[in-house]
């Protein structure tokens, strides 16, 4: 059983910087693809970033594509999301997920997203 563990969300100005940070628990963290997904208050979960298992493809929603980049280091199974010049419609809870298939984990295809994390909340004052 995969676990996810986010971490680095809290309270950030507008026009700020915040780095979150997810925790991969497996074996085998090169074989999954990664990604995050948000969700706003009152709100359904949309699609944030996504890479892949060996780093080479990534995508962006057009929402964040210039502000935010997603990263991983295998070698501290760890995936990043780097988010600058932040504004205060990025305020929501940000979810980790991992899955063997890119194409679902970056909202390219149907399918059940295989793992999720307990998400981490990042707040953006005006």
């Known amino acids: 059983q995969v676990q996810l563990v986010e971490s680095g969300g809290g309270l950030v100005q507008a026009g700020g910087s915040l780095r979150l940070s997810c925790v991969h628990s497996g074996r085998t963290f090169s074989s999954y693809s990664m990604g995050w997904f948000r969700q706003a208050p009152g709100k359904e979960r949309e699609f944030v970033a996504a890479i892949s298992r060996s780093g080479a493809s990534t995508r962006h929603a057009d929402s964040v594509k210039g502000r935010f980049t997603i990263s991983r280091d295998n070698a501290k199974n760890t995936v990043y999301l780097q988010m600058k010049s932040l504004k205060p419609e990025d305020t929501a809870v940000y979810y980790c997920?991992?899955?063997?298939?890119?194409?679902?984990?970056?909202?390219?295809?149907?399918?059940?997203?295989?793992?999720w994390g307990k998400g981490t909340l990042v707040t953006v004052s005006s």
């Open positions: 997920t991992a899955g063997l298939r890119y194409s679902i984990v970056a909202g390219l295809s149907a399918g059940d997203m295989p793992y």
